[in-house]
């Protein structure tokens, strides 16, 4: 069964380092959204990604976040000088329509800021 | 601001049982809904979707909106140990698009043997 993949799964960096998550949507999927939810607490959207370019953002996505497809298969998020409070996981899902009814998370990166 | 608001729980409910875990949300702008289920450690997973007034039923799953209200609910009947889990609901304002989901705390439902 096809699944998203997301890389690494665990991933510690220090604060005011870069990081960059990726994850590899499931192939012939269209539309790609980043989540994350800090410990204990609920599920944020970030940011949604269609036809190389952003579809809409929530108030979390600043400037110190960007989104990249490099390559057609790679789906990253950056974030450019972590701080403390962006420990969470994050959640890549995609879709082959824009319903979520159709969108399928991956596992998950836990980031942890030191 | 948008809430969706679901109680922490957690829900004990004993195996073969109905849990009812309920949902409500302040945007009357919404227009679909969502239910998924997170084990602990683990990412989100759909499990149910509804758009319209009234019931929806999957398996032993049943979705139940009532948008007057706002409020939503998901029923699981015959509940199993497998169960076991924080749900989820979610809730999107522009027609089920973009994947701009709102999320509640999520309620965690124990299912004991």
């Known amino acids: 069964e096809p699944e998203v993949t997301q890389t690494p799964s665990h991933q510690v960096t220090q604060m005011g380092q870069e990081v960059i998550l990726r994850c590899v949507p499931i192939s012939n999927h269209l539309y790609f959204y980043w989540y994350r939810q800090i410990l204990g607490q609920k599920v944020e959207f970030l940011v949604s990604?269609?036809?190389?370019?952003?579809?809409?953002k929530s108030e979390i996505f600043d400037d110190q976040f960007s989104v990249e497809r490099p390559d057609g298969s790679n789906f990253t998020l950056k974030i450019r000088s972590t701080k403390l409070e962006d420990s969470a996981m994050y959640f890549c899902?995609?879709?082959?329509?824009?319903?979520?009814?159709?969108?399928?998370f991956g596992q998950g990166t836990r980031l942890t800021v030191v | 601001q948008k809430e969706v608001e679901q109680n922490s729980g957690p829900l004990s409910v004993p195996e073969g049982a109905i849990a009812s875990l309920n949902c409500t949300y302040s945007d009357r702008g919404s227009q679909s809904f969502f239910w998924y289920r997170q084990y602990s450690g683990k990412s989100p997973e759909l499990i149910m979707f509804i758009y319209s007034n009234g019931d929806k039923e999957d398996g032993r799953f049943t979705a139940q909106l009532n948008k007057a209200s706002q409020y939503v609910s998901l029923l699981i009947r015959d509940s199993q140990p497998s169960d076991s889990a924080t749900y989820l609901c979610?809730?999107?304002?522009?027609?089920?698009?973009?994947?701009?989901?709102?999320f509640g705390k999520g309620t965690k439902l124990s299912v004991k043997p």
């Open positions: 899902a995609s879709g082959r329509v824009r319903s979520n009814t159709e969108a399928f």
């Open positions: 979610a809730v999107n304002i522009d027609g089920g698009s973009q994947g701009n989901l709102i």
């Open positions: 990604f269609y036809n190389n370019e952003i579809s809409e």
